[in-house]
């Protein structure tokens, strides 16, 4: 019977994760596994991968086939490359050693490769948000001098309060004198 490394998925409805298992297969999809060996969830950012590496190293040396998503997960953490070593140490080309040297230092080039991707990512998302601030910033600035504009109140300058100071003075009087005479002229008329 055909040994599989596989994907079965669990989890709610739109948002799967999915345990990296190993099974026979003829088994459903979700049914009877032999081995759990890892899970896998795409819905973080970046999708993370817990793994049993040296079980999925043994389980592909023995003969285990991985299907395309499989195989894309396990290249993707190593296990692969790690097979691949130690098939050439099993046929003599190269020693253990020199196969734990090269793992290790692939190893460390790809945590370096990610931590770099990593760190761009966050930079990007930051100017990203600086951007957005800015643009805000000009719209809101933008409204409101419009706002103050709309609400401005002409006040009257130096000369034309000078000019007017007196006019208004002069009114209260006209207006007293204008109160006065038809008194003086009703007393006038008695």
Do not use: C
Not at 82 to 94: C, D, F, S
Not at 100 to 107: L, R, T
């Amino acid at each position: 019977m055909a040994v599989k490394i596989r994907l079965a998925r669990r989890g709610r409805k739109k948002m799967a994760m999915y345990d990296i298992v190993v099974a026979e297969s003829t088994s459903p999809r979700d049914g009877r596994f032999i081995e759990k060996i890892g899970t896998y969830n795409p819905n973080t950012d970046p999708s993370t991968v817990a793994l049993k590496s040296e079980r999925a190293v043994y389980w592909l040396m023995v003969g285990a086939q991985p299907t395309d998503t499989a195989r894309s997960v396990l290249s993707h953490e190593g296990v692969m490359y790690r097979k691949h070593l130690q098939v050439g140490v099993n046929k003599g080309a190269i020693t253990q050693e020199q196969a734990d040297e090269k793992y290790s230092a692939w190893k460390e080039d790809k945590e370096n490769r990610k931590a770099g991707a990593a760190e761009t990512k966050t930079q990007t998302k930051e100017q990203a948000r600086a951007a957005r601030l800015e643009a805000e910033r000009k719209v809101n600035d933008a409204r409101a001098e419009a706002i103050a504009k709309k609400n401005k109140v002409e006040e009257p300058t130096v000369d034309t309060a000078v000019a007017e100071a007196p006019a208004t003075e002069d009114a209260p009087a006209a207006e007293a004198a204008t109160e006065e005479t038809p008194t003086a002229d009703a007393a006038a008329a008695e």
